[in-house]
């Protein structure tokens, strides 16, 4: 089976094309701020990113015919787990996400270029809207402000899923704490295959990352709101963009951050082992979810591949459980054995409402 895997992200579009679970062409496309800067929304992204894509498979001998095209999911609305055909409903919510993000282009992206070839399979896997979190975790101190998760679900259970294989069982009989390291950081606590508990990664919820705030006095920043001191894109900026490690430090690489440690910025130092302190206090506190029955403790994503980050983080945590390290996102692989999945039977898609 020949799958084309689409993955959009803020500043790049991840495509892939596998036989099965093979890889036969695998390209990042960068994307520079001036080039998007000309476009008033991401969804006006549509046409630019998807002539990117059609462009780099035709100039590497692959035209737009595939059993399948799998993308990454919207943050349109809560979902459950699973796999979902993509339908015209789908679409039109991505088009129209109060949450907007580079991702609710993918299933956009991924119906135009499936229906270049009728009979193409069109679909999406664990967005990062999917919620499974308990009623408790929904709850917080106003019912006008109820708990909204985004987080990284299709990493952070395909990385269950290879773990559980790993250590001779599945991923339904463990209890795990997996935390997502990237731009945004999502700490989950999986109960017998089922995220339970998770913090919001993009809107200021958790521990700061290298662009988002995580969460913040809320007082403050309500009276940072009615400051006038800036406006409402500015103010969301300073939640999810320019915020966390970018806006202390004015870099959202932390390897450009490391690299400043080791020259002696001890504001860098900082602000790298405050946001390791908060990631592990995160961690530790929903092992409470799990009632401190706790498997093991999975850390992936970028910045998993970080040897300062890691070995802090064991120095807090490895009291409370076994500790895994996947570093890098490991999305396209996942898409692509989602689609197969389905292509060969194994599962059937979900029908989005």
């Not at 998007?36 to 630019?48: K, N, T």
């Not at 109060?98 to 992206?109: R, Y």
């Amino acid at each position: 089976m020949q799958i084309l895997v689409i993955n959009p992200g803020s500043i790049t579009t991840k495509i892939a094309v596998y036989h099965d679970e093979t890889p036969l062409f695998t390209k990042t496309l960068t994307h520079s701020r001036a080039e998007l800067s000309q476009f008033a929304d991401v969804i006006e992204q549509r046409d630019f990113r998807r002539n990117l894509i059609l462009d780099q498979l035709r100039a590497n001998d692959f035209e737009p015919r595939f059993d399948a095209v799998i993308a990454r999911g919207s943050l349109a609305k809560a979902v459950e787990s699973g796999v979902f055909e993509v339908n015209a409903k789908m679409t039109e919510d991505a088009c129209t996400a109060f949450d907007k993000h580079a991702c609710d282009l993918g299933c956009v992206i991924a119906r135009e270029i499936a229906d270049m070839n009728p009979g193409t399979l069109c679909l999406t896997a664990d967005p990062g809207s999917v919620d499974e979190m308990n009623d408790y975790a929904h709850i917080t101190g106003s019912p006008m402000l109820p708990k909204h998760c985004i987080w990284h679900a299709l990493n952070q259970r395909a990385i269950a899923r290879r773990y559980a294989r790993e250590h001779g069982t599945t991923y339904e009989q463990l209890n795990l704490l997996i935390c997502h390291m990237g731009g945004g950081i999502s700490i989950a606590a999986h109960d017998h295959g089922r995220a339970v508990d998770v913090n919001n990664a993009l809107n200021g919820d958790g521990p700061f990352s290298p662009e988002r705030a995580g969460t913040l006095p809320a007082g403050q920043l309500i009276d940072l709101c009615f400051s006038g001191r800036y406006s409402r894109e500015e103010l969301q900026q300073r939640v999810a963009g320019r915020a966390g490690m970018s806006a202390h430090l004015g870099i959202n690489d932390l390897r450009e951050a490391l690299k400043r440690i080791d020259e002696g910025d001890d504001h860098a130092r900082l602000i790298v082992n405050a946001m390791i302190y908060h990631t592990a206090k995160h961690i530790a506190a929903l092992s409470a979810v799990l009632r401190g029955k706790v498997d093991a403790i999975l850390l992936t994503g970028g910045m998993a591949h970080s040897d300062y980050m890691v070995s802090r983080l064991k120095e807090y945590l490895s009291w409370l459980a076994p500790i895994a390290v996947y570093p890098g996102e490991n999305e396209m692989l996942a898409l692509a054995q989602n689609a197969l999945a389905v292509l060969n039977g194994e599962i059937s898609p979900k029908t989005y409402e």
